[in-house]
């Protein structure tokens, strides 16, 4: 009976352990469509996305690259309609810019949920530096960050700037997997809206 409960006993520490690894991804609820702005009208962007988080097979993930790629992309043309706007292909992120035209990279940085520190093992590298702060250790972290440049190449003389975005939402372990989702979508959403600010407030026309 003894060695049965010892057993069972680590079986269950194995188990709290394993799901305390485990990274969660899910999909970002469908965005209202609201009244989109003229800030940049007429205005050509270019858009590129990469994927820079480090997601492994123990990863739970209800949310492929490629969706919240999409999802991003969506934001953006639904918030600026009146600008021209061209989503390029992941693999031409490091290509140089187009003359003529603004090239905005987004690479993503952290859209995820996890346990205590766990949380920081999926965060991606970025060029520069990117500080995301102290995780609490016995809660839900969920974050969610943008490294974004933004290349002026309609001049002669181009202009670059940089932003990291990195927002954190933390929640008791109540709730197990749901407190994680709902705390990551509130770090997405803020996120996106630290991203569509950076882009309105620096792009000025010509």
């Known amino acids: 009976m ?28 469908t965005a209202e469509i609201g009244t989109g702005n003229d800030k940049l009208r007429g205005i ?26 999409n999802h991003i992309a969506q934001g953006i043309m639904t918030s600026y309609p009146s600008a021209i706007i061209n989503i390029l292909d992941t693999t031409q992120f490091h290509s140089p810019a187009e ?21 920081s093992s999926a965060i991606g590298n970025s060029e520069g530096d990117f500080s995301w702060g102290a995780l609490p250790k016995n809660k839900w972290n969920s974050v969610a960050g ?15 700037l940089t932003r990291n975005i ?20 509130e770090a997405y959403n803020e996120a996106n809206r630290e991203l569509l600010y950076f882009i309105e407030s620096t792009i000025q026309p010509n």
């Not at 006993?9 to 799901?19: E, K, P, Q, T």
């Not at 003359?99 to 952290?110: E, H, M, S, V």
């Open 2 to 29: 003894t060695k049965k409960f010892l057993l069972m006993f680590v079986f269950f520490l194995f188990s709290v352990h394993a799901f305390g690894q485990k990274i969660l991804v899910w999909c970002p609820p």
């Open 44 to 69: 050509n962007l270019n858009i590129v996305f990469s994927d820079l988080r480090k997601i492994t097979d123990t990863t739970r993930v209800e949310c492929s690259s490629q969706d919240i790629i």
């Open 99 to 119: 003359k003529n035209k603004i090239t905005i990279r987004i690479a993503i940085t952290a859209y995820h949920s996890a346990s205590g520190t766990d949380a």
């Open 146 to 160: 943008f490294h974004v440049v933004i290349e002026d190449n309609r001049t002669e003389t181009s202009k670059t």
């Open 166 to 185: 990195a927002n954190i939402v933390s929640r008791p372990n109540i709730g197990g997997s749901l407190t994680a989702k709902k705390a990551l979508f």
